[in-house]
Structure formats: C-alpha cells, structure tokens
C-alpha cells in the first residue's frame, strides 16, 4: 500500500511516502506504520501526497519522536509536534 | 486567525473550522487551539477546509478524546486515533 524513503537531515529524518497507484483507502490505515528503526532521539519530517486523514494517522504514530514536521510542497516542513525543549518551535517552517 | 462551529453527535463532537480569509500560515500555530469545553469522553471529528499541518497540529491537541477523525469532503469522516476500546476501529469511515 504504501512504500517509504528516508533521508537522514541534522538533526531529523526526512521519511516520505508513496502510496501505490497514488491512493489509499481508509481500511488501509491499521496496517500502516512508520519506517522501522529510526531514531527517535531526533524529529521526524513526514512528506509524501496523501490525504489529510493519512498524515492524522502517520503523525499519531510518530509522537515518540523528538518533534513532527509534515512537509508542504510549497513551504517546507511545518513542525506541528514538539516534545523536547529543544526542539524547533511549533510552526517553525524547516527548509529541506 | 480561525473560528469554530461545534455539533453534538452521539458519541462525538463536529468541530469545524474556517479560517479568516481561507488562509493559515505555520506561524499562527502556537496560538491556535481546539473549541474550549468540549467533553473529552466522547470522540472528536475536526473539519475545515486547511493545509496538512493544521489537521496535524488539531489532531495532536485533540488526543485527550475518546477517539479523533478528521472530515473528508469526498468520504466523511475517517477515525485516525482510538483511545478506549469501544472506540470505533482505526480507519472507520463514519457518515455525518
């Protein structure tokens, strides 16, 4: 359903998805997970065209992380979870 | 920066959002939250025309529910956090 890249940036770990054929469907989301073994120590940057509802569940599971950023084709990655004090601030926009 | 419509369904909350002008930028998050009052026990469905990271920032806030789903124009609105086990099931798609 849904194959992964990552990239290792300073500090975080740009991980983006690709849905075959382009879509997802709702009844896939109990069998989707992040990518194994990444360090958690630092923030997670999630990109890939999905639906919002895909990104809602990808963000949940990636709370462990050191902060969440989803990436916006036209901004960057917008962190939208912080969990360390010295993680990024909420709404920082982060350049890839 | 962005206003709430509420809707008491049974066993959730339709919390919508408009946002002044149709637009957000990531710096507003810090300062944006859900509607105050809400009861927590049961699930919360977020709506509202935005950007990824808006729904990603909302759903993160919206945790402490029983449940979350965000609004899909096309399908309704699909569960992506469960925290009670009579929730309904990750990936439900619930008609409004």
Do not use: M, N, S
């Not at 990518?35 to 958690?40: F, K, T």
């Not at 939208?80 to 350049?95: C, E, K, N, S, T």
Request: hydrophobic share 45%; proline share 9%.
């Amino acid at each position: 359903v849904l194959t992964w890249k990552t990239r290792e940036l300073e500090g975080a770990t740009l991980a983006t998805f690709e849905l075959a054929g382009g879509l997802a469907a709702p009844g896939d989301l109990p069998g989707i997970d992040l990518p194994a073994g990444l360090d958690r120590a630092k923030g997670l940057v999630v990109g890939g065209r999905g639906p919002v509802w895909l990104y809602a569940h990808l963000c949940h599971l990636a709370h462990p992380f050191a902060w969440v950023a989803t990436q916006d084709p036209r901004l960057g990655a917008v962190v939208v979870q912080r969990h360390r004090p010295d993680a990024p601030p909420l709404g920082a926009v982060i350049g890839l």
